[in-house]
């Protein structure tokens, strides 16, 4: 690959470890008693022990580090002085800005002991999220990239959110081109080696609709149903792809067990 390409890769692999990093250290202090502040100031501490900086911090006005998304909330949670208790499950999305370039990922969370509904309905987000990155090479569309996920998703009852979407990153957050998390299979334009984008389906219990809240960021099913997410951050490359926000410690999903 060009060494355009290689220097991308090498530099989303660098924020992507550090994005990571900090969804590792959440597991060790997620439990119930705790606030959604707690988790944002340990993501804005590891972040910036590592020579980074958070790219949701100030990113269209946002005001915090990493984003909060409990039980019914979809995503963009805010976080806050919100105690979580026993039985919340909680999604953490962690962005980190390393040398000009970014890296994305979130995991779901289990607070204390959850319900077995709660725990299918992230295990087949988790699922949906590694079924599509494993289709992933030169001849992938992206319509094959959503229909992976839907098909699978549905056929196990749930319902893949429409509002919401992957996105190319590199030197910015968000750019082209959108990764829809539903569609048809060989539909839409062939995946690129040296493509950098996210993979990130949101999955409702219930039906798809999403509902914003008054604050202009959280996203919230519309029958407050629970919602689950998890996210990567992938290279495409000349035989297939690269995670870049792999855990170095193997927890990519839970139960953690720590
Ligand atoms: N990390 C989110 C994503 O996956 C975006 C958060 S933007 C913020 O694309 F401003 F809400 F932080
Ligand atoms: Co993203
Ligand atoms: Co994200």
Redesign the pocket.
């Known amino acids: 690959m060009s060494d355009d390409i290689q220097e991308a890769f090498e530099r989303t692999r660098a924020a992507g470890i550090i994005a990571a990093g900090a969804l590792d250290e959440v597991v060790k202090i997620i439990k119930p008693g705790i606030t959604t502040n707690q988790i944002d100031s340990l993501c804005y501490e590891f972040i910036n022990d590592n020579g980074a900086c958070s790219a ?1 911090l100030f ?2 006005g ?1 005001p915090k580090s990493c ?1 909060t998304s409990p039980n019914h909330t979809i ?2 949670g805010i976080p806050g002085n919100k105690t979580l208790i026993d039985g919340d499950i909680i999604n953490v ?1 962690v ?1 980190s800005f390393k040398n000009g370039w970014h890296g ?1 990922t ?1 995991r779901m969370f289990y607070v204390g002991e959850v319900s077995i509904k709660a725990q299918k309905l992230i295990e087949v987000t988790y699922g949906s999220m590694m079924k599509a990155i494993k289709i992933l090479n030169k001849k992938t569309s992206l319509g094959d990239i959503g229909s992976t996920i839907q098909t699978y998703v549905e056929k196990e009852g749930f319902s893949v959110v429409r509002d919401f979407c992957g ?1 190319g990153i590199g030197k910015k957050f ?1 750019q082209e081109p959108n990764i829809l998390h539903y569609g048809k299979k060989g539909t839409g334009p062939k995946l690129k080696p040296g493509m950098i984008f ?1 993979v ?1 389906p949101m999955i409702n219990e219930g039906k798809y609709e999403a509902k914003m809240l008054n604050d202009g ?1 959280t996203a919230v099913t519309k029958d407050k149903k629970l919602s689950a997410q998890f ?1 990567h951050t992938v290279g495409i490359t000349e035989t297939g792809y690269e995670i870049f926000t792999l855990s170095k410690k193997e927890l990519n999903h839970p139960p953690y067990s720590v």
């Open positions: 949701p990113y269209r946002f984003c995503c963009h999305d962005t994305d979130s996105h968000h996210t990130e960021w996210e």
